[in-house]
């Protein structure tokens, strides 16, 4: 996006805070494809499209985020970084609303690209166990966390990422990594009690 194209958006996003509904379609309008490109690659990382479509994915997130006129918006980026956690909050609540208290009930399960995964580790993780360790790790690394939102259900890149989280490239690679790894080892271990 332009520069003068970020500034528009900017402009847009704090005129909506400030209470401008017609703002927020505007801004709605603008970064929908944006989003949709995001969620589509979501999508297919999470598995969800068996019950959930990537249209009905961004037109919940947008809902939710309809409501978050209050958020003092900074820019772009920080739109989307609250739209990639919105994304996760959504996939995780359909995921809950799946399960039932019952042993074994059905869950939504999700991939980590196997490139990182040990061999004793699960190819397919149910995403509320992935939100709990999320959770866990944000407590020890809470930019390990943004990354993987932003990545995996933001379905953002590598440099979109480090543009968000005003960061390198290789330190959001570096991190991609290492969160993964450690994502990895909580859910084998949490498969394992």
Known sequence: MAPDAQDDVTALLRAWHDGDEDAYRQVSSILYGALRRHATQAMRRARAGEVLQTTALVHEAFMRLASAHNVDWQDRQHFLAVASRTMR?????LARAQQTTKRGA???????????AAPEAPTTLDLVALDRALDALGRVDARKVQVIELRYFGGLTVDETADILKVSPDTVARDWRAARVWLLRELSADRRV
């Open 89 to 93: 909050r959504v996939l995780v609540d």
């Open 106 to 116: 059905r869950a939504v399960h999700v991939e980590l690209e196997s490139g990182m």
